[in-house]
C-alpha cells in the first residue's frame, strides 16, 4: 500500500549530539512537510518542500534542517538537539495540485533527549 | 493569520451514543478546506472527513457527519454510534486553497468512548 513511512519509530539522542529523522513515501506527492508535536498539543509546522522548493516557517529555529534529495525521501536534521526538543516529528504529504487537499501522515518519530 | 480553536480540550461519550466536537476558525480568505483528522494513541494521525468551503452541502462519511456554518465559521464533527475505537485525540485543521498544502491544527479535543 501507498504511504509514508517514518524511521525511527523511536529515537533517543545526547544533548546537543546531531540527529538525523527520515521519512519516505510512496504516493509520489509534490510536498512533503515535517511537524512537531509536543504532548497533546497541536503539530506545529517546521517546514515543507514543494518539489524542491524548500519553505522554512517563519519560527522554527535554526537547530532544524531539511533535505529533500529526491520526490520520495526528506530528511530533518537538528543540529543540537536540546531539552526541548524533545517531542514527536511527524512527517506528512499532499499534492494539492492533484486534488488530494488532505495531508497524509507518516506514524511520526518520539525523540528523546537524555 | 488563520486560527483554529478547539474549545472542548477533552470530551466523553458512551459507546453507540452521539458525540459532537466544536471547532471555529478565523480567516479574511473565501475559499478554503477544512479537515477533522483522528489521532489514536501512539498511531499515526489520518483523516477523518473533509470539507471544501464553496459547497454548502455538509459533508458524511459513514458514521461521521459536519456541520459546516461558513457565515459562523463554525465546523463541528459529529460522530453518531460512536465506537470504543474512536477513542483518540481528533484535530480540526485549515487550509487555504492554493496555499501548498500547509495547514493549521486547533489543539485538539481527546474522545473517550466509555463501553
Known amino acids: 500500500d501507498a504511504m509514508v513511512i517514518q524511521n525511527p519509530r523511536y529515537q533517543v539522542t545526547q544533548f546537543g549530539k546531531p540527529v538525523t529523522l527520515s521519512c519516505s513515501q510512496t504516493?509520489?506527492?509534490?510536498?512533503m512537510y515535517w511537524y512537531q508535536q509536543k504532548s497533546s498539543q497541536a503539530p506545529k509546522l517546521l517546514f515543507h518542500y514543494y518539489d524542491k522548493d524548500f519553505n522554512n516557517e517563519a519560527d522554527t529555529p535554526d537547530n532544524f534542517q531539511s533535505r529533500r534529495p529526491n520526490t520520495s525521501f526528506c530528511f530533518l536534521d537538528i543540529r543540537s538537539p536540546g531539552l526541548g526538543d524533545a517531542a514527536m516529528y511527524l512527517c506528512?504529504?499532499?499534492?494539492?495540485?492533484?486534488?488530494?487537499?488532505?495531508?497524509?501522515f507518516g506514524q511520526g518519530t518520539r525523540l528523546t533527549v537524555v | 493569520a488563520q486560527t483554529v480553536t478547539q474549545s472542548q480540550p477533552e470530551m466523553s461519550v458512551q459507546e453507540a451514543e452521539t458525540v459532537t466536537l466544536s471547532c471555529t476558525y478565523d480567516t479574511s480568505e473565501s475559499d478554503y478546506y477544512l479537515f477533522w483528522y483522528k489521532q489514536p494513541p501512539s498511531r499515526q494521525m489520518i483523516l477523518v472527513i473533509r470539507?471544501?468551503?464553496?459547497?454548502?452541502q455538509n459533508a458524511t462519511e459513514n458514521r461521521f457527519s459536519v456541520n459546516f456554518q461558513k457565515a459562523a465559521k463554525s465546523f463541528s464533527l459529529k460522530i453518531s454510534d460512536s465506537q470504543l475505537g474512536d477513542a483518540a485525540m481528533y484535530f480540526c485543521a485549515y487550509r487555504r486553497s492554493g496555499n501548498a498544502g500547509k495547514s493549521t491544527f486547533g489543539d485538539g479535543t481527546t474522545l473517550t468512548v466509555k463501553p
Open positions: 470539507q471544501e468551503a464553496y459547497k454548502q
Open positions: 504516493l509520489n506527492h509534490n510536498v
Open positions: 506528512a504529504t499532499s499534492s494539492p495540485g492533484t486534488g488530494n487537499t488532505e495531508a497524509f
